[in-house]
């Protein structure tokens, strides 16, 4: 009975030292930290950004929104669009800050300004949300174009919605879809699910069941509710759709 508790003590004592070891060496020396500290002082904004992620994060040091808030704002009063944009995602969920949509909005214009496409897409959804701005439709749909143009996946897939219901542009039958498959293409399940739907029910293109399982079927890797419809649309297949299917695969 001895020998087995002096076992489990000793293994306890093990675990509890390999923890405080993994951790000890998971963080940052105060050493490191003067250094960085030094660095951004001096005006590195790189400096200070990495600052501002340590101290959001607390992995390496302990976590301190306000610290993470005033080390950003001082790289987006230098200028630098990512810290603009971080300066906006602060104030818009009150971290280290007092929340504030005005403020929010104020940030990730400075950012969009400059040429950040997450900035851009944030900036619209609040115009499109009406969120520390007046609802702007037509303003948020330039800047998810502007985001689009820069290569941003998501902002094809806002765009698709708003061709789709023509919120702030001319509704496009033609030009959703394209959007859509854009995004669906690049494997975003969302999107697969969406064109699934717009394929079974005819919504802005043709009813087409085989291609509605297609999309489904794809969607389905990622979305347990796409499965559900694959397999609901499944049992409502003509033998000749089953036979299409089968062909494709």
């Known amino acids: ?25 998971g963080a940052m ?11 951004a002082e001096k005006g590195s904004q790189e400096s200070a950004l990495q600052l501002f992620a340590l101290y959001i994060e ?5 976590q301190h929104y306000k610290q993470a808030a005033a080390w950003c704002h001082k790289a987006a009063e230098a200028g630098n669009a990512d810290a603009q944009y971080n300066m ?9 800050v ?10 990730y214009k400075l950012a969009a300004d400059s040429g950040n496409d997450w900035a851009m897409g944030k900036l619209g959804q609040m115009y499109f949300e009406g969120k520390g701005l007046d609802i702007d439709y037509a303003k948020a749909f330039q800047l998810y174009t502007k985001a689009s143009e820069k290569g941003a996946l998501w902002a094809d897939y806002l765009l698709a919605w708003c061709y789709y219901y023509g919120h702030g542009t001319k509704q496009s039958d033609e030009l959703a879809l394209k959007h859509f498959e854009k995004v669906a293409d690049n494997g975003d399940s969302d999107a697969q699910m969406q064109l699934g739907t717009m394929y079974q029910y005819g919504q802005c293109v043709k009813t087409d069941n085989v291609k509605a399982y297609k999309w489904y079927t794809l969607a389905a890797k990622n979305s347990p509710l796409a499965a559900h419809k694959r397999d609901a649309l499944l ?12 062909e494709s695969n």
Do not use: C, D, V
Request: no cysteine.
């Open 235 to 246: 049992k409502k297949l003509t033998p000749e759709q089953h036979l299409k299917i089968m």
């Open 58 to 62: 607390g992995k390496e040091i302990k």
């Open 88 to 96: 906006g995602r602060l104030y818009y969920n009150g971290h280290g």
């Open 29 to 39: 020396s105060q050493n490191e930290l003067a250094k960085l500290i030094e660095s």
């Open 98 to 107: 007092e929340q504030s949509y005005e403020n929010a909005a104020k940030w």
């Open 1 to 25: 009975m001895i020998k087995n508790l002096r076992a489990l003590l000793f293994i306890t004592t093990l675990i509890l030292f390999i923890i405080s070891s993994a951790n000890q060496a």
